[in-house]
């Protein structure tokens, strides 16, 4: 059966970070937002960003801007800065570079687009609480090997998707996307809505929409030993390791090649839909 992109009602953008342009290689050789048209779209962490370029087809603009802003940054390590790095900085002028004004308008006019962010509890200073969540996740990946996450959400955290039309539609939504890909202490913690949030890929790394109905299409940027087994989500995961290192924000060429491997995966992916 050839592979049919209006089949999908809904399609996901995991986090990962850099690695999230193999999201962008994918969607090249299966289709743009517009031949998907799906009903809901749903991203987290870097995936935010991913999903928001697929919509407002601005994905091929989203890696010149950020290959721009590698070829300069020479480091990873920036002393002047608050907290030590230049990413916070350099990911929000990416952000803010990919969505011109014509692209935050068709966001708006596009389908639904929720962004999950992870809030912590109040009991317990928000950098400790990120740290113990980083940690888990490391330890999880170990055990179960599974993108959807449970010792963070049983220390607390708790997973909210916010409606990203509704932030395009107050010009929130570059500020939106720059929380949802906070990783402290890489980034300095943002507030939403009054309450201190983090990554949500922290919580998940495969957020569903809500409400959750109907084929999915679920991208993630690194294999997972354990994936669900969902009758209705189909789980597509990069073949290797990409080149990309996930906060790594000074090789163009690794974001490029990582692009490429998404683009040959899908095409492998798509020859198997056509046995």
Same mark, same amino acid.
């Given at each position: 059966?050839?592979?049919? &992109?209006?089949?999908?009602?809904?399609?996901?953008?995991?986090?990962?970070?850099?690695?999230?342009?193999?999201?962008?290689?994918?969607?090249?050789?299966?289709?743009?937002?517009? =031949?998907?048209?799906?009903?809901?779209?749903?991203?987290?962490?870097?995936?935010?960003?991913?999903?928001?370029?697929?919509?407002?087809?601005?994905? #091929?603009?989203?890696?010149?801007?950020?290959?721009?802003?590698?070829? @300069?940054?020479?480091?990873?390590?920036?002393?002047?800065?608050?907290?030590?790095?230049?990413?916070?900085?350099? %990911?929000?002028?990416?952000?803010?570079?990919?969505?011109?004004?014509?692209?935050? #308008?068709?966001?708006?006019?596009?389908?639904?687009?929720?962004? /999950?962010?992870?809030? &912590?509890?109040?009991?317990?200073? $928000?950098?400790?609480?990120?740290?113990?969540?980083?940690?888990? %996740? *490391?330890?999880?990946?170990?055990?179960?090997?599974?993108?959807?996450? @449970?010792?963070? @959400?049983?220390?607390?955290?708790?997973?909210?998707?916010?409606?990203?039309?509704?932030?395009?539609?107050?010009?929130?939504?570059?500020?939106?996307?720059?929380?949802?890909?906070?990783?402290?202490?890489?980034? =300095?913690?943002?507030?939403?809505?009054?309450?201190?949030?983090?990554?949500?890929? /922290?919580?998940? *790394?495969?957020? %569903?929409?809500?409400?959750?109905?109907? @084929?999915?299409?679920?991208?993630?940027?690194?294999?997972?030993?354990?994936?669900?087994?969902? &009758?209705?989500?189909?789980?597509?995961?990069?073949?290797? &390791?990409?080149?990309?290192?996930?906060? =790594?924000? $000074?090789?163009?060429?690794?974001? #490029?090649?990582?692009?490429?491997?998404?683009?040959?995966?899908?095409? =492998?992916?798509?020859?198997?839909?056509?046995?």
């Amino acid at each position: 059966m050839a592979f049919e &992109p209006s089949s999908f009602e809904q399609v996901v953008f995991s986090g990962g970070g850099t690695r999230c342009f193999w999201h962008g290689g994918f969607l090249h050789e299966t289709g743009s937002c517009d =031949d998907f048209g799906p009903k809901r779209i749903c991203g987290v962490s870097g995936g935010a960003l991913s999903a928001a370029a697929w919509i407002s087809g601005n994905d #091929e603009r989203c890696k010149r801007v950020m290959g721009e802003i590698f070829e @300069r940054n020479e480091r990873n390590i920036d002393l002047d800065s608050s907290n030590l790095t230049p990413h916070q900085e350099l %990911y929000r002028e990416a952000v803010s570079g990919t969505l011109p004004a014509q692209a935050i #308008e068709a966001i708006c006019k596009g389908p639904a687009f929720q962004i /999950m962010l992870g809030c &912590p509890p109040p009991f317990i200073p $928000t950098r400790i609480f990120a740290a113990l969540c980083a940690a888990s %996740y *490391k330890v999880e990946q170990i055990i179960t090997g599974n993108p959807r996450l @449970r010792i963070s @959400r049983l220390l607390g955290l708790e997973g909210v998707l916010i409606d990203a039309r509704q932030a395009a539609r107050e010009g929130q939504l570059v500020d939106l996307i720059c929380a949802a890909a906070t990783i402290p202490p890489v980034f =300095d913690i943002p507030s939403w809505n009054g309450r201190d949030v983090i990554d949500g890929a /922290m919580v998940t *790394k495969a957020p %569903y929409p809500d409400p959750d109905q109907g @084929r999915t299409l679920v991208l993630m940027t690194k294999p997972y030993g354990n994936k669900p087994e969902e &009758p209705d989500k189909v789980f597509v995961i990069p073949s290797k &390791p990409v080149e990309a290192d996930k906060i =790594d924000f $000074t090789d163009r060429d690794k974001i #490029e090649e990582t692009w490429e491997q998404g683009r040959r995966d899908a095409r =492998d992916f798509l020859d198997r839909q056509s046995e």
